[in-house]
């Protein structure tokens, strides 16, 4: 059974929104924070954005101002709600669960979605 599962990801203008989703079961949800990294190819996995269950929040520089990461709790799911989309931005976009405080550091994270791409056009 899959822990986590993302959605949401496609392929924008730059300048557009998309919004992407993560469900996890609630025994996960409830104990840890939840976290959207992200990947472009031949880089390094990076953190973008976390939240924990009360609403504390912790978001990269490269996208303050732009993304909003938030949460349903009855729903299990966390959001992450990205504006003004750059072509920088273009990655494969993980949720992730399992770090006991807001970090933005992968090692933190030992439960992982199966990713969803976005690409931004110029």
């Known amino acids: 059974q899959v822990q986590l599962v993302e959605s949401g990801g496609g392929s924008v203008q730059a300048g557009g929104s998309l919004r992407l989703s993560c469900a996890a079961p609630?025994?996960?949800?409830?104990?840890?924070?939840m976290g959207w990294f992200r990947q472009a190819p031949g880089k390094e996995r990076e953190g973008v954005a976390t939240?924990?269950?009360?609403?504390?929040?912790n978001v990269a520089d490269s996208v303050k101002g732009r993304f909003t990461i938030s949460q349903d709790n009855p729903k299990n799911t966390v959001y992450l709600q990205m504006n003004s989309l750059k072509p920088e931005d273009t990655a494969m976009y993980y949720c992730?669960?399992?770090?006991?405080?807001?970090?933005?550091?992968?090692?933190?994270?030992?439960?992982w979605g199966q990713g969803t791409q976005v690409t931004v056009s110029s």
């Open positions: 609630g025994y996960i949800y409830s104990r840890y924070f």
């Open positions: 939240i924990g269950s009360l609403g504390r929040t």
């Open positions: 992730a669960a399992g770090s006991l405080f807001p970090s933005l550091s992968t090692s933190s994270y030992g439960i």
